[in-house]
């Protein structure tokens, strides 16, 4: 069975800082990893996805993130943090390419002035 | 494209009525998600298809719930009865198997309030 763990379901950082979301996922097989933003009262848009191509990943709106098969994670980052970043993060994990995906509990970043 | 159509984007109904969910896919995807979304459980996967074939039913919580996809274009999530504790956000998804992995493309979602 597959499970995503996001430590820290509230992150605040100020606006220019370097933004950090960790995920750690638990899979049998190797993985597809994603990483999906949720706006206020709207669906889910895709920031990136792992598919065991280059291990640095990037997305749009200048986020990244790396999967670090020894330690299991995929922890998304943005050299600094725009006031229009604020969102709730969702980290997510399929053990087949086209299967229904399994969410982490999520992380609400918030932007300080 | 217009995107993943879901409607209607806000149900208020009481327990015991049967509640019936729209999604519209994007055209040409052939596979279909339905997700929900509580504060307690967070996403959870309820059922998906493929081709209008469902595939994994294994997240439909009880048989209250069922699911079609009559066609390409259109599918169905049906709540009967209705309980207060099915109150969430719903949310429909659909991708296109290619080479690599395929991205779901998530609807606006159906916020659904059974009182």
């Known amino acids: 069975a597959q499970s995503v763990t996001q430590l820290g379901s509230h992150v605040s950082v100020s606006e220019g800082a370097l933004v950090l979301l960790r995920c750690n996922y638990s899979s049998s097989v190797p993985p597809y990893l994603f990483w999906y933003v949720q706006y206020p009262n709207q669906g889910l848009q895709l920031l990136l996805k792992?598919?065991?191509?280059?291990?640095l990943v990037k997305g749009i709106n200048g986020f990244e993130a790396e999967f670090k098969k020894s330690e299991t994670s995929f922890h998304l980052t943005k050299p600094s943090a725009h006031m229009s970043d604020a969102a709730e993060y969702f980290c997510?994990?399929?053990?087949?390419?086209?299967?229904?995906?399994?969410f982490g509990k999520g992380t609400h970043l918030i932007i300080q002035p | 494209d217009a995107g993943v159509i879901q409607s209607p984007r806000h149900e208020v109904t009481e327990m015991g009525q049967e509640v019936t969910l729209r999604c519209k896919p994007i055209?040409?995807?052939?596979?279909l998600f339905w997700y929900r979304q509580t504060m307690m459980r967070g996403l959870e996967l309820l059922i998906y298809f493929n081709n209008n074939v469902p595939i994994d039913d294994s997240g439909m919580p009880e048989d209250r719930f069922s699911a079609k996809m009559p066609n390409a274009s259109f599918s169905t999530l049906k709540i009967q009865p209705s309980e207060p504790r099915d109150s969430a956000v719903y949310f429909c998804?659909?991708?296109?198997?290619?080479?690599?992995?395929?991205?779901?493309?998530f609807g606006p979602g159906t916020r659904l309030t059974v009182l």
């Open positions: 997510a994990v399929s053990e087949g390419g086209a299967d229904g995906l399994t």
């Open positions: 055209s040409g995807h052939d596979y």
């Open positions: 792992y598919t065991s191509a280059a291990t």
């Open positions: 998804a659909s991708s296109f198997r290619s080479a690599g992995t395929d991205t779901q493309y």
